[in-house]
């Protein structure tokens, strides 16, 4: 059982350079260009279930810089699976390229995996840069002037990332997470390590899109394909997130170094997202602000510092990175505002249903999945006494239901334009994307459905990170 821990992630990387060479090398021919987004999803699966299978099994690889635990078991299926879905929902056509939009998000996917897997700083830098380029490239196929400015801030991101975990390296004298968190319980708290530690989350802050600092997260997802939003705004926030999480479970010894300014970023994040939603008109604008929201209540539950708290952060991440990344993709061609999905509901009833689930989830809307996830972390602040902060995400919360039902009241009231009615504006779907896109709803609401069981299975891989 121990061999078979690393195949998922050995297939996720083997397909994605085999379809990167395959698009290069032409080796498929035309004909058989349609099935390969079905053939990928298959592989996508695989993976999913190898995971679900084998990766229960404790193990360590390659020296420690690989751990295989209950944490990684969660992040990785959660990502596997929002990633087969999105492969299945989106609207192909609407793509620049299948060979690059097929093989940057499995790239993505493996970032991902390593970042959920890593046993040491350098692993965790590593899987998110990989996620984080994989995004440039995204952008770039559409727009290279967003994608330009995309690289530079996710440069200066991962320059104040660096800084920090340099810093934070010299100070306790080793890069293993397991060691980092031993030393540090007879550490004090001290400004020479508060300062590294707040360049961490300001890199990773910038890479996860969070308001104010969507300098060009958002922008960039605005132009891109809708796969490519969805790879922005979802794998590359849940590769941030990922990080977070451990970052902050090694550092639970001493949580005054980071404490105070996750508690900012995440109340700016949660009321900044909704307000940003409320503001907008652009149905691909408001889920990228729904999403901004949601992943400030994942750092939210990351104040408490305790097991509680990163469960509940870890169970939101499942739910946020499945909305966030199939959103934009079941949403396809309908970017050009408001006009561009009204009377969806009565023209693509299962894609109008899929995008009205993704922006519900996002906004916290009960009972799906984001609901259930921003309620465990609610509680978990309340339990903390971080009421202050609860209620800056409350307010959040109800800015950006407002926002969702906005969009919905748009979809499923007003009517449709005269060219969408006769149908010239809309494509002709396959059957994978109209399979996917219910789907993607099934999967969204039984992510809701069976939050208990699923919450337990995120504090064990909180308990396995070693909380309390």
Known sequence: MKDLVLVPEALVAAVAVFILLAGRLRWIRPAARRSLPAAVTVVVLVALATELWAGATLSTHFGGALVQDRFALFAKAAIL?????????????????????????????????????????????????????????????????????????????????????????????????????????????????????????????????????????????????????????????????????KLVAALTPIPAVYSSFLEVVAAMAMVGGGAGALAVRSPRARIAYLAAGQIGWVAAGLVTHYRTGLAASLFLLGAFAVAATCGPAVMGRADGGEPAIAGLGVLRPARAAGFALAMLSLAGAPPLAGFFGEFAVAAALAQSGHFGLLALGILGSVLSLAAALGSLRVMYVQSPLEEARRGSALPVLTRLSSFGAGAFCVVIAAYGLFSNPILGLANQGAEALGLR
Do not use: K
């Open 81 to 245: 699976l929002a990633v087969g879905v999105a492969f299945a929902v989106v609207d192909w056509t609407a793509e620049d390229s299948l060979f690059i939009g097929l093989a940057m998000p499995l790239l993505a996917t493996f970032g991902v995996m390593v970042a959920a897997s890593a046993g040491d700083l350098v692993a965790l830098w590593a899987g998110l840069e990989l996620a984080a380029a994989t995004g440039v490239v995204m952008v770039a196929l559409r727009r290279p002037d967003l994608a330009l400015r995309l690289l530079v801030t996710g440069g200066v991101a991962s320059a104040l990332l660096l800084t920090g975990l340099a810093f934070l390296y010299a100070s306790v004298g080793t890069s293993d997470l397991t060691v980092i968190r031993e030393v540090l319980f007879n550490g004090v708290p001290t400004l020479a390590l508060a300062i590294p530690v707040f360049l961490v989350i300001c890199g990773l802050a910038v890479h996860a899109t969070l308001v104010p600092f969507q300098l060009a997260g958002i922008p960039a997802s605005l132009g891109a394909s809708p796969l490519g939003a969805g790879l922005v705004l979802g794998l590359v926030a849940a590769a941030a997130a990922t990080v977070a999480i």
